[in-house]
Antibody, heavy 120, light 108 residues
Framework: EVQLVESGGGLVQPGGSLRLSCAAS????????MSWVRQAPGKGLEWVSV???????YYADSVKGRFTISRHNSKNTLYLQMNSLRAEDTAVYYC??????????????WGQGTLVTVSS | SYVLTQPPSVSVAPGQTARITCGGN??????VHWYQQKPGQAPVLVVY???DRPSGIPERFSGSNSGNTATLTISRVEAGDEADYYC???????????FGGGTKLTVL
């Protein structure tokens, strides 16, 4: 059974850093594309970042240069290192498994999310 | 960047058909995917590749995509279908995911 469990969220001051983790089971993270998607309170879904099975990474403009996606193969875990955090980064952060085939690219499994609050 | 436009809300009576649209420039040339999100829960994939359903999703959920509009259709709407629905595409020119703003489906 595929499971994704996020952790690492919490309260952080503006300008601070936080690292989110997403522990996967039932499949191999390094063999799949994996994404982070966030949702600000009362708002819609916003794609944040993706890491391809080959290691390439891409980011939304809103986080580029501040966030870094990575994975630990032996721990089968996905990470999101978030630096220079701003109030507008406050959101529930979800990790998701990507399904990619030619022009198809969607998210078939999602974690339960972890809340990040950026506030002084 | 590619933009997807959804109506903020759609209301329908139980047993009727709900149609939720997702507009985008020549969206018919892209594969569109739909997610259902209930309060306090993670999104759930309900339609992928315009019109395919993951296992476990009722046949009442269907999709279509042509021209500048993709549509999620929910037939014989039930109270349990009340949720937010999001469309999604992948912008392959920039390797980025794109979500619509979401539509709140209210079952009257």
């Amino acid at each position: 059974e595929v499971q994704l469990v996020e952790s690492g969220g919490g309260l952080v001051q503006p300008g601070g850093s936080l690292r989110l983790s997403c522990a996967a089971s039932g499949f191999t993270v390094s063999s799949n594309y994996m994404s982070w998607v966030r949702q600000a309170p009362g708002k819609g879904l916003e794609w944040v970042s993706v890491i391809y099975s080959g290691g390439s990474t891409y980011y939304a403009d809103s986080v580029k240069g501040r966030f870094t996606i990575s994975r630990h193969n032996s721990k089968n875990t996905l990470y999101l290192q978030m630096n220079s955090l701003r109030a507008e980064d406050t959101a529930v952060y979800y990790c998701a498994r990507d399904i990619v085939s030619r022009e198809l690219h969607y998210f078939d499994y999602w974690g339960q999310g972890t809340l990040v609050t950026v506030s002084s | 960047s590619y933009v997807l436009t959804q109506p903020p809300s759609v209301s329908v009576a139980p047993g009727q058909t709900a149609r939720i649209t997702c507009g985008g420039n020549n969206i018919g040339s892209k594969s569109v995917h739909w997610y259902q999100q209930k309060p306090g829960q993670a999104p759930v994939l309900v339609v992928y590749d315009d019109s395919d359903r993951p296992s476990g999703i009722p046949e009442r959920f269907s999709g279509s995509n042509s021209g500048n509009t993709a549509t999620l259709t929910i037939s014989r709407v039930e109270a349990g279908d009340e949720a937010d629905y999001y469309c999604q595409v992948w912008d392959s020119s920039s390797d980025r995911g794109v979500f619509g703003g979401g539509t709140k489906l209210t079952v009257l």
